[in-house]
């Protein structure tokens, strides 16, 4: 399902602040080289995680889902000065890849590459969380949640990507487990009166959750 018109989104791009150069290069990079590059944030998405992690200036940032790295790069343009970045990654091929990117980076020493499943790091990571970014495992939304909440500091932020799950969401049978899952999380979400919460209808659709 086409969600947003590609005419408004290429205008909304000449409009916005281009991409630098390394973001431009791991953008040019995945899109010619890998497989599933529908799942890269982009510059439009890329653009809005950098103003909200620039807004709060977190010094702690989890990023569950590194894929290339864009959105991380993206994040910590936002960290304090000793500010750090934690990003983890199922797959190998795609963390090591990242950890390219980052090492030519202005942020290199302050971004953390883990490799290996989010659910066993996440509780070995003992850190309160300024800003989390969870754009993994679909089905395991909920979880990713649970895991962080405790951590997460008062008036912290949660973002969740693909929330409308190229728009099967939205349909009256929801098939697929991936599909299942964003609409179990955002029901699981919208229940809860412990956050604030607002879905930004960018790209896939990106929750935005303060809590309280």
């Known amino acids: 399902m086409e969600l947003i018109n590609p005419l408004v989104e290429k205008y909304a791009e000449k409009y916005s602040s281009a991409e630098d150069i390394l973001l431009k290069e791991v953008n040019e990079f995945t899109l010619q080289n890998h497989s599933e590059s529908i799942m890269l944030s982009g510059h439009l998405q890329g653009k809005v995680l950098e103003m909200i992690s620039s807004m709060i200036r977190p010094g702690r940032i989890l990023e569950i889902g590194t894929f290339t790295g864009y959105s991380a790069l993206c994040l910590a343009k936002g960290l304090t000065e000793d500010g750090l970045l934690h990003t983890i990654e199922l797959r190998e091929k795609d963390a090591a890849r990242a950890r390219d990117f980052f090492d030519r980076s202005a942020h290199a020493g302050q971004i953390i590459s883990h490799t290996g499943s989010a659910l066993d790091i996440i509780p070995r990571l003992e850190e309160t969380w300024d800003l989390v970014f969870i754009d993994a495992d679909k089905p395991a939304y909920i979880e990713y949640f649970n895991l962080v909440f405790p951590r997460l500091r008062k008036n912290g932020f949660i973002l969740a990507d693909n929330i409308f799950f190229h728009g099967q969401v939205l349909e009256e049978n929801v098939k697929g487990k991936s599909a299942k899952g964003m609409k179990a999380f955002n029901e699981f979400i919208k229940g809860r ?20």
């Open 193 to 212: 009166t412990d956050i604030e919460k607002v879905i930004l209808t960018i790209r896939d659709g990106l929750f935005l959750i303060r809590k309280l």
